[in-house]
C-alpha cells in the first residue's frame, strides 16, 4: 500500500524491523544469546538507522555524503586491487 504526501508523490514506507532470538536456539546460555541479539541487531542496522535519523538532514546533504562515501570505497577497492596486482 502506498501513501501520498501532500503534493501527491508517494512516499515509501519504511518497514518495522522486529529481532528476536530464542532461548532454545542457544541452548539456555544468556551470554550467547544477548551475542545473537547484538549480531542480529547489527545485521539490520537498527542503531545506525537511529543515530542517523536523530536529526534532520537536508537532501541535498544526505546525496552529498553518499557520493562521498561511494567515491571513497571506490578508491579504497582501487588501493586494494592494485596492492594485490603489486601496481603502485
Do not use: H
Not at 39 to 54: A, F, G, H, M
Not at 57 to 78: C, D, G, V, Y
Request: proline share 1%.
Amino acid at each position: 500500500m502506498e501513501t501520498f504526501n501532500k503534493i501527491g508523490k508517494t512516499m515509501s514506507k519504511k518497514r518495522a524491523v522486529n529481532v528476536e532470538v530464542n532461548i532454545r536456539e542457544t541452548r539456555g546460555d544468556i551470554t550467547r544469546l544477548i551475542k545473537k541479539f547484538m549480531k542480529k541487531v547489527k545485521k539490520e542496522r537498527v542503531i545506525e538507522d537511529y543515530l542517523d535519523r536523530r536529526f534532520y538532514e537536508k537532501p541535498s546533504s544526505k546525496r552529498r555524503r553518499e557520493k562521498l562515501k561511494k567515491i571513497r570505497n571506490a578508491q579504497k577497492a582501487e588501493q586494494e586491487r592494485n596492492k594485490k596486482l603489486d601496481i603502485r
